[in-house]
């Protein structure tokens, strides 16, 4: 006789907390065999405004923290996920209809791309800073410094796992905290690295999840007054022109959207910073 | 300090010393220039006033929005055909003979600047101009060397920049919009502010005695409906504005959905922290230059002077004492330190938001100085006593007005520095290296000043955080603003962008 499994309760992922949505809403999630997989939280309006709270909570010891720090607690993601491989692989072949090795291949990249975001924790400002040689007596320095809370809508309806890492992974390097609404089809491997992410010692609030509807919370998102950036990654089917609209009222960064999943790279990281430029003056002597 | 005589006449009275109009060969009326000539714009003229004396400079053609289709078209054809294919060393010499021309031509251009700008000769003169020729020097060196402005191997022009500038600095905004454009292989279509079109179109001509291909620069001239129109323009591959907020924010609507990439350099409330163990003479200066320099019309101008509790009544005197010794009047005396306000229209605001400081409860102390008949002018304003809360320590006023605040720690200044919109600019005042450093690390702000204040240079980057914008313009930064990385990455780009033109 085999074993009853116990199933697991997907919720959200707030401020280093997994509640419920607020609203008490949930939605079916069903494999690629069509079967029932789980029920998953559907954010409300609601749990997008506690996120950004949340966020923005965690963005002063995220940011305040040693590039060296950062870099080590990105690099401890990879070992997490790295020793829950089996499950993601079982969660996206069943919930993608991918076969266990192309699963497989989907982590090890996703694993991966967090080992190459760790090493640029400590690189990316002096690759992007520079000291600038004016004309006259001061010390002058350009530092990339962090954005603060980046709103993301991650890739939707391919690679779940790693869609989301391509997205959230970069906006963290720099010490932005990120509230992410997760592809709405295949949201399990999002919460299940929330999981990883709440045991990597990365501070709580830093990244929040939210699964649901794009559509329905990526608006009160983009409007929002203390989001700081825009990464529309995985809005291209959304109304996203006007999400994008919503946030020129404060004048928020945004990334438009982009095709499939995003390749590593710096500009990502890049893309949520803000160059701090400050003058020096040196004393006559 | 308080029984020092606070007049300003005596041995402080200067004869004066006006620079001469002779140098300037004016037209009486301006066209637009487009393709490399000026030409009649169909959407009517205004005139061109001088601020410090209302009187007519001369009539600026309007572009109308088949004026800025022409000028758009010319940007195109010259950028196919000429301007992206041309070496990066041949750029890069039109650009540094641009550099020589505007030397050669320095104190006309800083005579024209002051006579329908209102800001005081020696700025124009010792500011303003020299900057204008060392950002195209700049620039030129990077025309040859775009692979290193860090975008990878073989980085690619954007095509077209619409650049909409606005009327504190007309010619070296001008500079800080084209230089790196040209550099960066893209050709421009410049709009100048309404107020402020004359060394525009005096640099224009200097575009024709240095021969640059027809269409390479085009400028058109108008108010808001023609910047509107550039904008707007499907046609354009980039748009670069400095401004107001407000307008900035209509224009990150405007481009949403299309595959247009924008630099916003916008407005700023910047916070001017003085610590107790500061240089106070030379903060007392940095507290002048801050705020009163082009007579406060500087988007990164100190307009909240956070002084530390112990030494708030001391700057006060101090600052009170030296403003009483600034001349304001005639721009182009030699002795001028506080010139015109820009227009009338600028003077409204500037009176209105310093009456509700008044009305807010703040103290209000303005140096005593003989405002001219004619013309538009505001005596140099502090406020002391102003709450966080009110509108003068809020709202961008632009203006030769100081709204004075208080902090007793380190960690309060921060707070309140940061306790704005905006993040342009900040200044921090002290003789403590290490204090400078852990408090730069904590402002929120695009360019920090320590113990010094409203410096520029080629070489260093300059924009916003927040509300202030975004994109940098100065240095490798600002080059980047106007390239796309060469090779795959822009392609998947465009991919996409094309997907919001189609909208």
Known sequence: ?285 | MKDIEITGRGFLDYAPAPESTAILHLQDSYGLFIDGEFVDGSGGSFATVSPATEKRIAEIAIASEADVDLAVAAARRAHTRTWSKMSGSDRGKYLFRIARLVQERARELAVAESLDNGKPIKESRDTDVPLVAAWFFYYAGWADKLDYAGLGANPRSLGVAAQVIPWNFPLLMLAWKIAPALAAGNTVVLKPAETTPLTALLFAEILQQADLPAGVVNIVTGAGETGAALVRHPDVDKVAFTGSTSVGREIAKAVAGTHKKVTLELGGKAANIVFDDAPIDQAVEGIVNGIFFNQGHVCCAGSRLLVQESIHDEVVDRLKQRLTTLRLGDPLDKNTDIGAINSKEQLDRIRSLSDLGEQEGAERWSAPCEIPENGFWFAPTIFTGVSTSSTIAREEIFGPVLSVLTFRTPAEAIAKANNTPYGLSAGIWSDKGSKILAVADRLRAGVIWANTFNRFDPASPFGGYKESGYGREGGRHGLGAYLAAGGSSSERSERVETKGDNK
């Open chain 1, 1 to 285: 006789m085999t074993r009853l499994t116990i199933p697991k309760t997907y919720k959200l992922y707030i401020g280093g907390k997994f509640p419920r949505s607020e609203s008490g809403r949930s939605y079916e999630v069903l494999g690629a065999d069509g079967g029932f997989l789980a029920n998953a939280s559907l954010a409300s309006r609601k749990d997008a405004r506690d996120a950004v709270v949340a966020a923005r909570a965690a963005v002063p010891g995220w940011s305040g923290a040693t590039a060296y720090n950062r870099g080590q607690v990105l690099y401890r993601v990879a070992e997490v996920l790295e020793g829950r491989r089996a499950q993601f692989v079982q969660e996206i072949s069943s919930s993608e209809g991918v076969t266990a090795a192309e699963a497989g291949r989907q982590v090890d990249e996703a694993i991966d791309t967090w080992v190459w975001y760790a090493g640029w924790a400590d690189k990316f400002a002096q690759v992007a800073g520079a000291g600038n040689p004016v004309a006259g007596p001061y010390f002058n320095l350009s530092v990339p410094e962090p954005t603060g809370v980046v709103a993301i809508v991650a890739p939707q309806g391919e690679a779940s796992l790693l869609g989301l890492v391509r997205v959230v992974a970069p906006a963290l390097v720099a010490g932005n905290a990120v509230v992410v609404v997760a592809d709405e089809a295949h949201p399990l491997s999002a919460i299940s690295l929330s999981e990883v992410l709440a045991t990597s010692d990365l501070p709580g609030g830093v990244v929040n999840v939210l699964t649901g509807s794009p559509a329905e919370v990526a608006p009160w998102l983009a409007s929002h007054s203390d989001v700081d950036a825009l990464d529309l990654a995985g809005a291209g089917a959304l109304e996203w022109v006007d999400l994008e609209i919503a946030a020129a009222e404060t004048l928020t960064r945004v990334m438009r959207p982009e095709p499939g999943v995003p390749e590593r790279s710096l500009d990502r990281i890049l893309a949520f910073t803000e160059t701090k430029t400050v003058w020096h003056t040196k004393s006559l002597i």
